[in-house]
């Protein structure tokens, strides 16, 4: 199993990013997906969830309304639309993989991604 | 939403010395929780889910226990590898998923 997030990088306050993650090594379309964030302050907070196949979403209230998860199945990759910027935004993006079904735990990571939100 | 409260937040032990962790949920979560191990500048690894049951790959001296609301890890012998930050996060009553602050295991 590998997964690789890309897109991030430093955003000035109120702007967008889209943060992707590429999948290899198991059946993508069959697990749920995750976004987990970590800031040196706040430690480790899940943000948002996608499930396999009918892609049901759910939102960390932080993030819901700014924040959209999706997939593309035929792809292999997640992806993190994230707008309205705030330095509270600021931290490691983690792609992880649901163990099982759509409220799980994760067993696998990838690197992260630094997402720097600041003018 | 669950608060998960881990203690102590820093632990001073030397190799080959038993490990005990505490999670404390504000609410039952049931036998919905894990424990991972993160290293400086590493992902978060799974090493517990559902309270008791190792992950792949997961040496034995790690065990976990506990239901309801009061969870434990155990490192049976501290290898030096073990010197670690270490987190529980539940997933028995979400949306949202939610992880305790951590223990830090140092080495003394």
């Known amino acids: 199993v590998q997964l690789v997030e890309t897109g991030g990088g430093l955003v000035q306050p109120g702007g967008s990013l889209r943060l992707s993650c590429a999948a290899s090594?198991?059946?993508?379309?069959?697990?749920?997906m995750n976004w987990v964030r970590q800031t040196p302050g706040k430690g480790l907070e899940w943000v948002s969830t996608?499930?396999?196949?009918?892609?049901?979403?759910y939102y960390a209230d932080s993030v819901k309304g700014r924040f959209t998860i999706s997939r593309d199945n035929s792809k292999n990759t997640l992806f993190l639309q994230m707008s309205s910027l705030t330095a509270d935004d600021t931290a490691v993006y983690y792609c992880?993989?649901?163990?099982?079904?759509?409220?799980?735990?994760?067993?696998?990571w990838g690197q992260g991604t630094l997402v720097t939100v600041s003018s | 939403e669950i608060v998960l409260t881990q203690s102590p937040a820093t632990l001073s032990l030397s190799p080959g010395e038993r490990a005990t962790l505490s999670c404390r949920a504000s609410?039952?979560?049931?036998?919905?929780l894990a424990w991972y191990q993160q290293k400086p500048g590493q992902a978060p690894r799974l090493l517990i889910y559902?309270?008791?049951n190792r992950a792949t790959g997961i040496p034995p001296r790690f065990s976990g226990s506990g239901s309801g609301t009061d969870f434990t890890l155990t490192i049976s012998s501290l290898e030096p590898e073990d010197f670690a930050i270490y987190y529980c996060?539940?997933?028995?009553?979400?949306?949202?998923?939610?992880f305790g602050g951590g223990t830090k295991v140092e080495i003394k």
């Open positions: 559902d309270a008791s």
């Open positions: 090594g198991f059946t993508f379309s069959t697990y749920g």
């Open positions: 996608v499930s396999g196949s009918i892609s049901s979403t």
């Open positions: 609410q039952s979560v049931s036998s919905f």
């Open positions: 996060q539940q997933r028995g009553n979400w949306p949202p998923l939610t």
């Open positions: 992880a993989k649901s163990r099982t079904g759509v409220a799980s735990d994760f067993d696998f």
